[in-house]
T-cell receptor, first 113, second 115 residues
Framework: GENVEQHPSTLSVQEGDSAVIKCTYSDSASNYFPWYKQELGKGPQLIIDIRSNVGEKKDQRIAVTLNKTAKHFSLHITETQPEDSAVYFCAASRPSNTGKLIFGQGTTLQVKP | KAGVTQTPRYLIKTRGQQVTLSCSPISGHRSVSWYQQTPGQGLQFLFEYFSETQRNKGNFPGRFSGRQFSNSRSEMNVSTLELGDSALYLC??????????????FGPGTRLTVL
């Protein structure tokens, strides 16, 4: 069935260091992979996404890579700042289910000043 | 543009009651998806509505239902509430063009507590 595994569940880094969060999906038909950031008391905020015809995408300090063969995708945050502290979720969807996102379990990122 | 709005933000109900949650999508967005978020199960898809029609449904019992109005606003209803229905209910809107993958933008959620 459809499943997304996300690791690690918690991640603590020093301000200025890089953070990497990894996800693996099971449905080979998946072709859309968004990442969300959720702060306390708020809904998830879309921060970056990637489609299956692209291997990497960057937006300032964040980047996402996709390996379709291995069914892995990763979020990279460089030069982390305390305001990056939040819960991050990866997700996947297949073309026929663009309204349905399958989410990973989430990673709590703590950036220590 | 205003973001996705959800009302109410907080709700307390007792077992056996029913509840209706409301979601107003971003202006121009025609698709609304609903998700349940709990510490144990994470974010789980409930259903999606597009042009007043349910287009997709997750693995939830029939007690969970929804609808969409002609202005794209959506409501979800949970009948015969159980303790396990306590969760944050999130809705997300997208443009949902035919054949396109469209980004989903989430509202702040409705925190439902069942006592």
């Amino acid at each position: 069935g459809e499943n997304v595994e996300q690791h690690p569940s918690t991640l603590s880094v020093q301000e200025g260091d890089s953070a990497v969060i990894k996800c693996t999906y099971s449905d080979s038909a998946s072709n859309y992979f968004p990442w969300y950031k959720q702060e306390l008391g708020k809904g998830p905020q879309l921060i970056i996404d990637i489609r299956s015809n692209v291997g990497e995408k960057k937006d300032q300090r964040i980047a996402v890579t996709l390996n379709k063969t291995a069914k892995h995708f990763s979020l990279h945050i460089t030069e982390t700042q305390p305001e990056d502290s939040a819960v991050y979720f990866c997700a996947a969807s297949r073309p026929s289910n663009t309204g349905k996102l399958i989410f990973g379990q989430g990673t709590t990122l703590q950036v220590k000043p | 543009k205003a973001g996705v709005t959800q009302t109410p933000r907080y709700l307390i109900k007792t077992r056996g009651q029913q509840v209706t949650l409301s979601c107003s999508p971003i202006s121009g967005h025609r698709s609304v998806s609903w998700y349940q978020q709990t510490p144990g199960q994470g974010l789980q898809f409930l259903f999606e509505y597009f042009s007043e029609t349910q287009r997709n449904k997750g693995n939830f019992p029939g007690r969970f239902s929804g609808r969409q109005f002609s202005n794209s606003r959506s409501e979800m209803n949970v009948s015969t509430l159980e303790l396990g229905d306590s969760a944050l209910y999130l809705c997300a809107s997208s443009e949902r063009g035919t054949g396109n993958i469209n980004e989903q933008f989430f509202g702040p959620g409705t925190r439902l507590t069942v006592l």
